[in-house]
């Protein structure tokens, strides 16, 4: 039964991610950390960006419970070190291998989640300065985007 328990702290601690994701995006990497992630933001022809900075920060407090809850037997830590590294194997998967296509998988794809997070985040590509911005998020699709896609769809199928 306890076993149930810890996977939905793993989860929640999973979606709890989405929004630390959020707001790390809105007021951290455009904020003081700008100049970490400007290049993110701007055309340029390297594999790396000084903006793959922000996956090593966040793998920090995930090795770190993980030790620390290993080390004093506690599962509640490793739970939360848990959450924290799948959220980053997904955001991984969905903003430098689905969006930015960084690897070449599933460029082809037509599933409707995959379109819609594409162009939320194309909207949010769409700004290319600190300040100005929309769409932080990189798993959950605000509805105006998913509204548009579903539009697209409606009016391919009547074409
Ligand atoms: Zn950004
Ligand atoms: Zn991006």
New binding site residues.
Partial sequence: MIYIVYVLVTLAVFVLMELVAWATHRWVMHGFLWVLHRD??EPHDGKLEK?DWFALFFSIPSIGCCYLGNRSSNPWLICVGLGILLYGIAYFLA??VI??QRVKWFCRSRNRYIRQLRWA?KM??KHLERKKGESFGFLFVEKKYRDKIKNDEELQQKS
Avoid: G, I, P
Wanted: aromatic share 0%; hydrophobic share 10%.
């Fill in positions: 993110h933001h903006n903003h430098d969006v930015h985040h949010h590509h």
